[in-house]
């Protein structure tokens, strides 16, 4: 039987089949090429280019680093010492002490001792607030005294001394928002592989966008902005009542296409040492869930569209292969390998290079695996914190 014999004897049900997955096919071949690749590829060009030459001067900006820090005693004596020898002349460190009752306040002061660059300050143990996370950032938003606030966490180092200086060129193009990303200090055996995982594909996608000149949200750990932009909307004052969103959902408030960055250079890395089990991962990645729904604009349905595709896609190629099989046709199980394997190539050699931003290792054969598993996963980590919460209350 020749091909074109075979299809003309199609069913419509088949025929819908075929059209329906070469349509999820599309989409998702869209998603990656034209989205899910411009990490990596800005990451590139920026490591050849360089923004700021040699031969012009270039005027540091004041820049103040704000962390906010409940019970990180070890976390601060081991991590802050990355901050405060950064290689940047102007720079100060704000450490907001969020009602610790360990040895937070002593170690402060001991590296106080020898570095003039770091303030830090207290929310007292007792004091009773709604959101003890947004006072304590506010707080130290007040404290500083550059307009340049770069925000991280105590369980996070920089992984350069230019960090700063990564930030300063970004703001001094005029930007008042830059958004990097968080690697994880974490083991790299198939248990921890699907964090890993999870981490880089949640950062492609709201790094992508921000490139895509439609930036939504960022992350605590590494990120910027101009605090008369922080004042000018008048804070946290829209999200006091809810419980997270103090990195994600102020961002989302307050990022335009025109004043937004995005930094992925080496020398503007972090990495965080917060995750060593499956279960703080799920606290975190929850966090950001939770806040998801209070997120304004089209990004986030755009973001899911990807989803439903992704798994209409892997559906309708086991039934196109089922099908084929029932059918004893080569060439219904034949359109079905073909595009599984294009896309499957194609998705590979993208999330590896992006890997590289995020020091993930590869993914070969686990690939398809995490593909299916992550959304479903986040699924539960929401259900999960939503009845803690509950349990809670």
Same mark, same amino acid.
């Not at 959902?249 to 989302?252: A, K, Q, R, T, Y």
């Not at 029932?326 to 190539?345: K, N, W």
């Not at 686990?366 to 479903?376: A, E, G, K, N």
């Given at each position: 039987?020749?091909?074109?014999?075979?299809?003309?004897?199609?069913?419509?049900?088949?025929?819908?089949?075929?059209?329906?997955?070469?349509?999820?096919?599309?989409?998702?071949?869209?998603?990656?090429?034209?989205?899910?690749?411009k990490?990596?590829?800005?990451?590139?060009?920026?490591?050849?280019?360089?923004?700021?030459?040699?031969?012009?001067?270039?005027k540091?900006?004041?820049?103040?680093?704000?962390?906010t820090?409940?019970?990180?005693?070890?976390?601060?004596?081991?991590?802050?010492?990355?901050?405060?020898?950064?290689?940047?002349?102007?720079f100060?460190?704000?450490?907001?002490?969020?009602?610790?009752?360990?040895?937070?306040?002593?170690?402060?002061?001991?590296?106080?001792?020898?570095?003039?660059?770091?303030?830090?300050?207290?929310?007292?143990?007792?004091?009773?607030?709604?959101?003890?996370?947004?006072?304590?950032?506010?707080?130290?938003?007040?404290?500083?005294?550059?307009?340049?606030?770069?925000?991280?966490?105590?369980?996070?180092?920089?992984?350069?001394?230019?960090?700063?200086?990564?930030?300063?060129?970004?703001?001094?193009?005029?930007?008042?928002?830059?958004?990097?990303?968080?690697?994880?200090?974490?083991?790299?055996?198939?248990?921890?592989?699907?964090?890993?995982?999870d981490?880089?594909?949640?950062?492609?996608?709201?790094?992508?966008?921000?490139?895509?000149?439609?930036?939504?949200?960022?992350?605590?750990?590494n990120?910027?902005?101009?605090?008369?932009?922080?004042?000018?909307?008048?804070?946290?004052?829209?999200?006091?009542?809810?419980?997270?969103?103090?990195?994600n959902?102020?961002?989302?408030k307050?990022?335009?296409?025109?004043?937004?960055?995005?930094?992925?250079?080496?020398?503007?890395?972090?990495?965080?040492?917060?995750?060593?089990?499956?279960?703080?991962?799920?606290?975190?990645?929850?966090?950001?869930?939770?806040?998801?729904?209070?997120?304004?604009?089209f990004?986030?349905?755009?973001?899911?569209?990807?989803?439903?595709?992704?798994?209409?896609?892997?559906?309708?190629f086991?039934?196109?292969?089922?099908?084929?099989?029932?059918?004893?046709?080569?060439? +219904? #199980?034949?359109?079905?390998?073909?595009?599984? /394997? $294009? %896309? &499957?190539?194609? =998705?590979?050699?993208?999330?590896?290079?992006?890997?590289?931003?995020?020091?993930?290792?590869?993914?070969?054969?686990?690939?398809?695996?995490?593909? +299916? #598993?992550?959304?479903?996963?986040?699924?539960? /980590? $929401? %259900? &999960?914190?939503? =009845?803690?919460?509950?349990?809670?209350?």
């Open positions: 039987m020749s091909i074109v014999s075979f299809f003309y004897k199609l069913s419509v049900s088949e025929w819908i089949i075929i059209a329906l997955f070469l349509l999820f096919f599309v989409i998702q071949m869209l998603y990656y090429l034209l989205l899910f690749r990490p990596y590829k800005y990451a590139i060009s920026n490591g050849v280019k360089n923004d700021v030459k040699s031969d012009e001067p270039f540091f900006p004041g820049i103040s680093i704000i962390i820090a409940k019970n990180e005693a070890e976390n601060l004596e081991k991590n802050l010492p990355y901050i405060l020898n950064q290689d940047y002349p102007n100060q460190v704000v450490v907001v002490n969020n009602g610790s009752t360990d040895e937070t306040e002593i170690v402060l002061n001991a590296l106080a001792q020898n570095h003039s660059n770091i303030y830090h300050t207290y929310i007292p143990t007792e004091s009773e607030v709604i959101n003890h996370k947004k006072l304590a950032l506010t707080l130290g938003i007040k404290a500083a005294k550059h307009d340049i606030l770069l925000f991280t966490e105590p369980d996070t180092k920089p992984l350069s001394k230019k960090w700063v200086y990564e930030y300063a060129k970004e703001f001094a193009k005029g930007k008042e928002v830059v958004l990097g990303c968080c690697q994880l200090e974490l083991e790299k055996n198939l248990s921890k592989k699907l964090i890993h995982f981490n880089l594909f949640f950062g492609i996608k709201y790094l992508s966008m921000a490139l895509s000149n439609k930036p939504y949200m960022g992350i605590g750990r990120m910027a902005y101009k605090k008369e932009l922080f004042f000018q909307n008048k804070g946290f004052s829209s999200i006091l009542n809810i419980e997270y969103g103090e990195d959902l102020f961002i989302n307050v990022v335009t296409k025109k004043n937004t960055s995005v930094v992925l250079s080496p020398d503007s890395m972090v990495a965080s040492n917060v995750v060593d089990r499956i279960s703080i991962w799920r606290t975190i990645k929850a966090q950001y869930l939770i806040t998801r729904k209070h997120l304004k604009g990004k986030t349905r755009l973001l899911d569209i990807e989803i439903f595709s992704r798994y209409g896609f892997y559906l309708l086991a039934l196109l292969t089922l099908t084929g099989i029932l059918q004893s046709s080569i060439v +219904l #199980i034949g359109i079905a390998v073909l595009f599984y /394997f $294009l %896309r &499957y190539f194609t =998705q590979m050699v993208i999330i590896n290079k992006n890997s590289k931003l995020f020091n993930t290792g590869k993914f070969y054969f686990s690939l398809p695996l995490f593909d +299916l #598993i992550t959304p479903i996963m986040n699924h539960q /980590f $929401l %259900r &999960y914190e939503k =009845q803690r919460n509950m349990k809670q209350r």
